[in-house]
Nanobody, 121 residues
Framework: QVHVVESGGGLVQAGGSLRLSCAAS????????MGWYRQAPGEQRELVAA???????NYADSVKGRFTISRDNAKNTVYLQMSSLKPKDTAVYYC???????????????WGQGTQVTVSS
């Protein structure tokens, strides 16, 4: 079982910055890929950014150049630095972790509870 906890959300004015963090813990799992998704009311959940254990990056077009994802493998922690925030970035942001069971090798997907990001105009 992997426990995923994210934090760092809040209220910020347009043009401001926030830094989200997410820590995944589990003694019998190996964390492979980690990423951030977001979901606004009435809309589908969408990928924001993802990073593999080897550092391969993937960003949504809407956040390229403004958001930066990074990872500390030793701490199983992923960060999302958000700058030049826009009202359209307002959403609940969820951390995602793909982990392998060390005994079987099977992969499982885990989600954090979510953290609210609100950007005012």
């Amino acid at each position: 079982q992997v426990h995923v906890v994210e934090s760092g959300g809040g209220l910020v004015q347009a043009g401001g910055s926030l830094r989200l963090s997410c820590a995944a813990s589990g003694s019998i799992f190996s964390i492979n890929d980690m990423g951030w998704y977001r979901q606004a009311p009435g809309e589908q959940r969408e990928l924001v950014a993802a990073i593999s254990s080897g550092g391969r990056l993937n960003y949504a077009d809407s956040v390229k150049g403004r958001f930066t994802i990074s990872r500390d493998n030793a701490k199983n922690t992923v960060y999302l630095q958000m700058s030049s925030l826009k009202p359209k970035d307002t959403a609940v942001y969820y951390c995602n972790a793909v982990a392998s069971d060390l005994q079987t090798g099977y992969e499982y997907m885990y989600w954090g509870q979510g953290t609210q990001v609100t950007v005012s105009s």
